[in-house]
């Protein structure tokens, strides 16, 4: 199984909220983007006891180990997403009304990163980039 073969290959492991935690991810369609919250209530509605603090700490520590990207869109709500399913290139734009994240990619981000790094001597190992703004629907 590719999930538990993930958590082996970690160095963690197997238990069944980390299996269940990844399963979610798996299952989410490109471009979804989860609150702890979002996940607790998916696994509760399709199994047993996980607790909101396991959730949490399974979350920090796949982020740790770089299987989730994870996101400040709002206040307080941190959001995932599963690097597996992400272009490792994209961005967000985030609309500040309904704090719906769009995707996009745009490489012109990147050279740019490159190149302030490069300029300032240091070896580029990851960057940020995101927008915000009121979306379409949001201005109606
Ligand atoms: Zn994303
Ligand atoms: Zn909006």
Redo the contacts with the bound molecule.
């Keep these: 199984m590719p999930d538990a073969e993930l958590l082996r290959q970690s160095g963690l492991r197997v238990t069944p909220q980390r299996l269940a935690i990844l399963e979610e991810f798996a299952a989410l369609s490109a471009g979804t983007h989860l609150s702890a919250e979002d996940l607790h209530a998916r696994l509760v509605q399709q199994r047993s006891g996980i607790s909101l603090a396991t959730t949490y700490r399974t979350l920090n520590l796949l982020v740790r180990l770089g299987h989730l990207r994870e996101h400040d869109f709002t206040e307080g709500h941190r959001h995932y997403e599963w690097v597996r399913h992400a272009d490792p290139q994209h961005h967000h734009i985030v ?6 994240p769009v995707e996009f990619a745009e490489s012109a981000v990147g050279e740019l990163a490159r190149e302030v790094a490069e300029r300032h001597g240091f070896a580029l190992s990851a960057f940020e980039f995101e927008v915000r703004g ?5 201005q109606g």
């Design positions: 609309c500040v009304v309904c704090l719906r009121v979306c379409a629907t949001c």
